[in-house]
């Protein structure tokens, strides 16, 4: 048994935020959380916070690294120490439209990663390439495809982790979504032009995410509400939101948390290889993207991902959604947990789930990353 003893300052549980506390640590899993007993030994936290670990389920890159570029697990990790730094403790990375040969050397890279214990890998996303070409973002329309019954059978094998696809879901019959969503599947809509019934034809069938809600869809109108209303109308599907000051503006991040049921939202931050990168510009398919304040663009301006890491999604939606520091906690770590159907193991600062926190200080900043029983990341 391990104790960790947090005075002065905040600890975010879910019963409720405490001004300090004794959080007694067995092996990589939290044996009890009670009040501070003495000062002996104990972390000032000067103002600060102790938060769940935060779960990133976009992440295309990290550490100089772009998933694409690196499906080993030596990329992996690299990424996943990146975002470490940042308070993350579970993430997935993200593939960006490849070849059906890339997306399954993808899906073996990850298991091999969390073969190898890789800290914070609990899966993939595969963001495409059964995306609409209207709506194509920074994604390359060379590499899109129809999903047919070769990647069905290779997305749908037996993984280590978690495995979340991003479609268009006008561009996939609804018994394929059903037969993803059956074998385990996060079906996720993104990069699409789905009419409000097209999409809620999708949630009757499974779909159960939404793909950085707002960004590559089309702007809601009073007679065509589109894939953005039917996910502000509708209670089901998990939204990750981009809090980077760029992708969203603050009025309609605060629309959506007015409308949705909160523990429906959850931050992504979309991330490229420049977070944690000394050198910020990359190539993403053979195309230059500059990194200059935060903001990643391709010669036409298009956004490309973000510069974001989740310490600063979070700092950010404190500001612009204008929520509780614990709140935010929720959207980063609790939220995403739920959407993985890993709530049973990760997620909040409770008994018996693992020991994964961030100390952040009075500014939100993270200090210190706890990825269970693995030595705590600095900042």
């Avoid at 976009?58 to 570029?69: A, E, I």
């Avoid at 599947?185 to 993104?190: D, F, K, N």
């Avoid at 050198?279 to 993403?284: A, P, W």
């Amino acid at each position: 048994m391990t104790r960790f003893r947090f005075v002065n300052g905040h600890v975010a549980t879910p019963g409720g935020v405490l001004p300090g506390a004794e959080i007694v640590v067995d092996g990589d899993r939290i044996a009890s959380i009670g009040a501070v007993e003495g000062s002996t030994d104990a972390i000032d936290l000067n103002g600060g916070w102790v938060v769940p670990g935060y779960i990133d389920t976009q992440v295309n890159g990290g550490g100089g690294v772009l998933f694409n570029d690196r499906l080993d697990v030596d990329g992996i990790a690299t990424m996943a120490a990146a975002h470490a730094v940042y308070g993350t403790t579970a993430m997935l990375p993200t593939l960006v439209s490849e070849t059906p040969d890339k997306i399954a050397r993808a899906l073996d890279a990850i298991d091999e990663a969390i073969e190898a214990k890789v800290p914070g890998i609990v899966g993939i996303h595969v963001e495409g390439p059964v995306l609409n070409p209207a709506r194509k973002g920074i994604h390359d329309p060379v590499r899109f495809r129809d999903l047919d019954d070769d990647m069905v059978a290779v997305l749908t094998r037996p993984r280590k982790g978690k495995v979340m696809l991003t479609i268009a879901p006008e561009r996939v019959p609804l018994d394929t979504i059903k037969r993803l969503v059956a074998a385990g599947v996060l079906v996720s809509a993104g990069h699409s032009e789905a009419s409000y019934e097209q999409a809620m034809a999708a949630f009757d069938v499974g779909l159960s995410g939404i793909t950085h809600l707002y960004n590559a869809m089309p702007a809601m109108q009073q007679r065509v509400p589109g894939l953005a209303g039917a996910t502000l109308d509708d209670p089901r599907p998990y939204s990750g939101l981009i809090i980077d000051g760029f992708h969203v503006s603050a009025p309609m991040l605060r629309l959506a948390l007015k409308a949705r049921p909160f523990d429906k939202l959850m931050l992504v931050t979309d991330a490229m290889s420049s977070v944690g990168a000394v050198e910020k510009d990359f190539v993403l398919h053979g195309r230059p993207i500059t990194v200059s304040g935060g903001k990643c663009v391709n010669v036409d301006g298009t956004l490309a991902g973000s510069d974001l890491d989740m310490g600063a999604a979070v700092a950010n939606a404190v500001e612009q959604l204008r929520i509780t520091v614990d709140q935010a906690a929720v959207l980063a770590a609790t939220n995403p947990a739920a959407f993985l159907g890993l709530s049973h193991e990760r997620g909040a600062l409770a008994p018996g789930l693992r020991a994964d926190w961030v100390v952040l200080d009075a500014a939100l900043k993270p200090v210190e990353t706890r990825i269970a029983a693995a030595e705590p990341v600095a900042a």
